[in-house]
């Protein structure tokens, strides 16, 4: 079946400006979680979801970061005045629930200029 | 003291020897420890995980942890250039949110 995927692919921005990055869940998975990759690091937790709720979001960063999943699938990070810190891979896995094999997308390379 | 630490690496070891990635924790209430593998671009994939003290092996890749150093290690025997990557190990904290590692880049040349 279909793995995780992430949409779009790469995104350039300027300063400033809001984006939205999607992630679509394997399905049937309840548990979605959103990491951030820099250069030569390892993935950085930011938010993982249970069903609809947002289960931990203790590694957003500010509040200029938010995250959804409405209806207990998809799933939208919001990134809102982007500074060029936020630069980065934005990862999204999904899982069959809490504690199992997480199961990776292939990110969003965002950019800010 | 960060919560995983690994060497960044370059690793580099000829094809067919043991390639051995190396990792450590700092929380001793850890229970279960992951080993990724994130090719060059690409996203990270599970190939091993651990809980109990000791080996673990599956194929040629051999998991090895101990609780009272704290350390868990990898161990890839007959090394493949495929197998060049960088390595992530991961130890979740409370709610299975795993906590990575910055990663050991492998390079298995022929």
């Known amino acids: 079946g279909a793995g995780v995927s992430q949409t779009p692919s790469n995104k350039v921005t300027e300063k400033g400006k809001y984006v939205e990055l999607r992630c679509d869940p394997i399905?049937?998975?309840?548990?979605l979680y959103w990491y951030r990759q820099s250069l030569g690091q390892g993935p950085e937790f930011l938010i993982y979801?249970?069903?609809?709720?947002?289960?931990?979001d203790s590694g957003l960063p500010n509040d200029r970061f938010f995250a959804v999943r409405p209806e207990g699938s998809v799933s939208t990070l919001k990134i809102q005045r982007t500074e060029r810190g936020d630069s980065a891979v934005y990862l999204c896995?999904?899982?069959?629930?809490?504690?199992?094999?997480?199961?990776f997308g292939p990110g969003t390379r965002l950019l800010v200029l | 003291q960060k919560e995983v630490e690994q060497n960044s690496g370059p690793l580099s070891v000829p094809e067919g020897a043991i390639a051995s990635l190396n990792c450590t924790y700092s929380?001793?209430?850890?229970?279960?420890f992951f080993w990724y593998r994130q090719y060059s671009g690409k996203s990270p994939e599970l190939i091993m995980f651990?809980?109990?003290?000791g080996d673990k092996e599956d194929g040629r890749f051999t998991a090895q942890l101990n609780k009272a150093s704290q350390y868990v290690s990898l161990l890839i025997r007959d090394s493949q250039p495929s197998d060049s990557a960088t390595y992530l190990c991961?130890?979740?904290?409370?709610?299975?949110?795993?906590?990575f590692g910055r990663g050991t880049s492998l390079i298995v040349h022929p």
């Open positions: 651990i809980y109990s003290n």
């Open positions: 399905s049937g998975h309840t548990a």
């Open positions: 896995a999904s899982s069959q629930g809490v504690g199992e094999t997480q199961y």
């Open positions: 979801f249970q069903g609809t709720g947002a289960a931990d």
């Open positions: 991961a130890v979740p904290r409370g709610s299975y949110i795993p906590t």
């Open positions: 929380d001793r209430g850890s229970q279960s």
